[in-house]
């Protein structure tokens, strides 16, 4: 079994992704508390939380793959596109509440928060969409879709890497990302989803 057949590999990347997630909520609560240079204390609490909140959520199903108690292929791939489709809503609101709380415009704010939600719901969807059971034409769309995104996250974390700035985040991004990638055109998975 190489590195990236390993779902546990993949399960501490997404750990260490979370927990550098959690510490930067964290540093964001405590630089808005003292009110450091450019920091407003109300919107750096409300992101802050948010953040951490999001890093709990990634943390606890990177735990569980790491754990084996998410085993199959097809569930681990389910599993993440859900996850970051309820990141995607949960970060979405308390941005807009962060901006609203800072007298940003109160309209744009809430469409933000709409987009969020509405782009999460979609992500979810199709998450529910992978493991279902079915073989359906839809399954091929989203199977290409994803390959698209894995292949674009991948590239991002290259990116991360050659910046320095992001080396660490990059790299786990990239083995998460690689990971999903062999998921996504291992036969087993191809099947489940009409390929």
Known sequence: MSFFDNPRNAGLALMIVSIIDIIGGIALIILGAINYEGYNTVQSIILGVGEIICGALMFMYGQKVRGGVISAKIEILAQFVRVIGVITIIGGIFAAIANIAIGADIGASIVGAIVAIILGLIIMFIGSKINDGKQTIGDKIIWIILLIAFVIMIL????????????????????????????????????????
């Open 156 to 195: 991002v974390a290259i990116v991360e890497i050659i910046s320095i700035v992001g080396i660490i985040n990059g790299i786990c991004d990239l083995i998460i990302y690689i990971f999903m990638l062999i998921l996504l055109v291992d036969p087993e998975v191809k099947k489940e989803m009409n390929m």
